[in-house]
């Protein structure tokens, strides 16, 4: 009966997450395929785009079902359940979810470092007429080889920091060697494997303060405003037209007669002549945004977009508001930054984290507010990617259209939502560190009671709490194996806030945007698919 129950409550976990997954490879494709090119897509490009993208969305769609397993192994009143009572069956279902992200992270570096690099610099030497395939190949692999490098620097790092005490000072340099292939070997290379995706959510975290907070700030307040008026666009576009052939024409007068234009007057007609063209350009694309049956529908659906978006900014107040107090909490009351600012117990009351203790055992419920939170964030993420475009440092690489983005930007673009995906794995425990660790779980305290007598207490699971009483998710192993990644985390956190607060603040001040806000640029060069238009 014990085992049937425990084959029951797995398959339900397990089933919730392949419909999740089927629905996040349908999700990937209809992603991808909206900012495609139509004149420059590629098979190859698509595909690693397509499964680089959900190969991130699964892994996070992993943790709901690893915070699920650890939770259902107990009753509410902190006792195992019959079938988890055994150290052996909880060892094999933790073992289970330890090696669905063993596969899933492997994945993702085999994506990071040698798929996506291998297609990107594929079709990178492809511009180059002069080189055949097996040239572009070659090229190809000698660029990838680079990252390979840096993918097996990292493993070996990772394999072997010291994660315990040194051995005594008497100890020779052979046991000292031996006792670290030991350590590797007892951890079946986990330490290995979570230092390079550690420094890979390092990495994310820089893209989520950059693109995330940003995107949660300006998506929200898009859709409230909406956009200006096509027709008065267009209006107000003929009259830029007619203003700027007028003064073209006054400087051309001035040669009439024979005379030369003075080297400033020819500056001055070579812009006015790269402005008209620009505004021609603007013109034509105004003009079939009006006669585009979706903008049409987009303006039926002007108070559907009005209440998403106040909703989209009432769950990014929540989502700030909640990191605002994880973080408050660590500060004052973690063990110190030489811990990864671990908190014992919880201390402050966090909205996010209850809400979630809430619909936990109303399984599937927190699977769908942890899914909705992820696709949030890929939301915003995208939405802050796409007014920013794809930059390094100082320098626009790429900018991401619907039906006009490149294939190099669009692997550019999954690089960076992969990242961002593998970051919000920590975010969510920072907005819910408790409901990330332990679930639902509670464990029984004595306490004394008259006399010689005890009474039993349920407490929730914390970091305080006994070790064989309490099991920690295999996720937050993975994420916090490493205490520096934590410190690192922690103030990118208040970097994140205080980000969204400025996007939050300039969004505000910003205008209306146009119909066609980003299709037309002054600097669009003859690549950037802004004349393929549909």
Avoid at 109 to 119: D, R, T
Avoid at 211 to 225: D, E, H, Q, R
Avoid at 281 to 296: W, Y
Avoid at 346 to 365: G, I
Wanted: charged share 15%.
């Amino acid at each position: 009966m014990a085992a049937q129950t425990m084959i029951s409550e797995s398959a339900l976990g397990w089933s919730i997450f392949t419909f999740i997954l089927l629905v996040i490879l349908a999700f990937c494709w209809i992603y991808i395929r909206k900012f495609q090119s139509r004149q420059e897509s590629e098979v190859i490009s698509t595909i690693t785009a397509i499964c680089a993208l959900a190969i991130a969305l699964i892994t996070s769609a992993l943790l709901p079902v690893d915070i699920f397993l650890v939770s259902f192994m107990k009753y509410p009143n902190g006792t195992y359940k019959e079938w988890a009572a055994s150290n052996v069956t909880r060892g094999h279902i933790e073992d289970t979810v330890l090696y669905g992200y063993y596969t899933l992270y492997s994945i993702i570096l085999f994506c990071v470092f040698l798929w996506i690099p291998f297609v990107y610099f594929f079709y990178e030497e492809r511009d180059d007429e002069n080189v055949n395939t097996c040239s572009q190949v070659k090229n190809a692999l000698k660029y990838t080889i680079g990252f390979a490098v840096v993918c097996v620097a990292l493993l070996v790092i990772g394999a072997f920091v010291p994660l315990q005490p040194p051995p005594g000072r008497n100890a020779t340099q052979w046991e000292k060697v031996q006792e670290i292939f030991e350590e590797l070997g007892s951890s079946h290379g986990l330490p290995a494997l979570s230092f390079s995706i550690s420094s890979l959510t390092l990495i994310g975290m820089l893209a989520v303060i950059t693109y995330t907070a940003y995107g949660m700030s300006v998506l929200p307040l898009n859709l409230i405003k909406g956009t200006r008026s096509v027709a008065y666009e267009r209006l107000e576009n003929t009259e830029d037209i007619d203003e700027v052939e007028h003064q073209i024409d006054e400087l051309k007068s001035k040669c009439k007669d024979g005379r030369p234009l003075s080297s400033r007057d020819r500056n001055n007609l070579q812009e006015l002549e790269g402005k008209l063209q620009v505004l021609k350009r603007r013109g034509r694309h105004l003009e079939i945004a009006e006669r585009n049956c979706c903008s049409k529908f987009g303006r039926a659906l002007r108070p559907f977009k009005i209440v998403l978006g106040v909703f989209f900014i009432l769950v990014a107040l929540l989502l700030t508001v909640a990191l605002f107090i994880s973080n408050l909490d660590k500060a004052l009351h973690s063990a110190g930054i030489s811990t990864g600012f671990i908190v014992f117990g919880t201390n402050l009351t966090n909205p996010l984290n209850e809400l979630l203790l809430v619909l936990q055992p109303v399984f599937p419920l927190d699977y769908i507010l942890i899914t909705v939170i992820t696709v949030y964030f890929v939301l915003t993420s995208m939405a802050g990617i796409r007014n920013m475009g794809i930059w390094f440092f100082w320098i626009r690489l790429y900018k991401i259209r619907p039906k006009r983005t490149r294939p190099q930007a669009l692997l550019f673009l999954c690089m960076i939502l992969l990242l961002i995906v593998l970051h919000t794995s920590y975010m969510i425990y920072s907005l819910a560190p408790q409901y990330v660790m332990y679930g639902s779980q509670k464990y029984l305290v004595q306490q004394p009671s008259s006399g010689n007598s005890t009474f039993s207490v349920t407490k929730n699971c914390d970091a305080d709490a006994p070790e064989d009483e309490c099991i920690v998710t295999r996720s937050y192993l993975f994420l916090h194996k490493f205490w520096f990644f934590s410190t690192i985390y922690y103030f990118g956190n208040w970097a994140f806030i205080a980000v969204f607060l400025i996007g939050l603040v300039v969004s505000c001040c910003k205008g209306k945007k146009s119909v066609i806000e980003g299709e037309v640029e002054a600097d669009d060069s003859d690549v950037s698919d802004d004349e393929y238009v549909h």
